[in-house]
């Protein structure tokens, strides 16, 4: 299995930004995927989440209403757009994938995801 993670990039604050990853090795359709990030010095955060199937979603509170993640089963896809980005958001991103339908309290916790991409950096500064 391999997570392709991209669409990063230097972007001024109030900026967008689109981020793929692109899933080989097995069908999404089956799988939830989480958006995690990780800045210097401090551990993997969890960003985005979206469940198989149904498609629920949860965002971490400080990105709410400014990430949106979506999922394209016929690509095997998963994004996460970014708006109005701020230079807090300026970390490593990384896709997940699991076999489980995660609740509020579990979707966060990176252990509870089987497969890493490699990640893409996002830099917002001005």
């Known amino acids: 299995v391999q997570l392709q993670a991209s669409g990063g990039g230097l972007v001024q604050p109030g900026g967008s930004l689109r981020l793929s990853c692109v899933v080989s090795?097995?069908?999404?359709?089956?799988?939830?995927i989480g958006w995690f990030r990780q800045a210097p010095g401090k551990g993997r955060e969890g960003v985005s989440y979206?469940?198989?199937?149904?498609?629920?979603?949860f965002n971490a509170g400080s990105v709410k209403g400014r990430f949106t993640i979506s999922r394209d089963n016929a690509k095997n896809t998963v994004y996460l757009q970014m708006n109005s980005l701020k230079t807090e958001d300026t970390a490593y991103y990384y896709c997940?994938?699991?076999?489980?339908?995660?609740?509020?309290?579990?979707?966060?916790?990176?252990?509870?995801?089987?497969?890493w991409g490699q990640g893409t950096q996002v830099t917002v500064s001005s």
């Open positions: 979206i469940s198989m199937y149904r498609g629920r979603t």
């Open positions: 997940a994938v699991t076999p489980r339908s995660l609740i509020l309290s579990s979707w966060s916790d990176p252990g509870q995801y089987d497969y």
């Open positions: 090795g097995l069908a999404i359709d089956g799988y939830s």
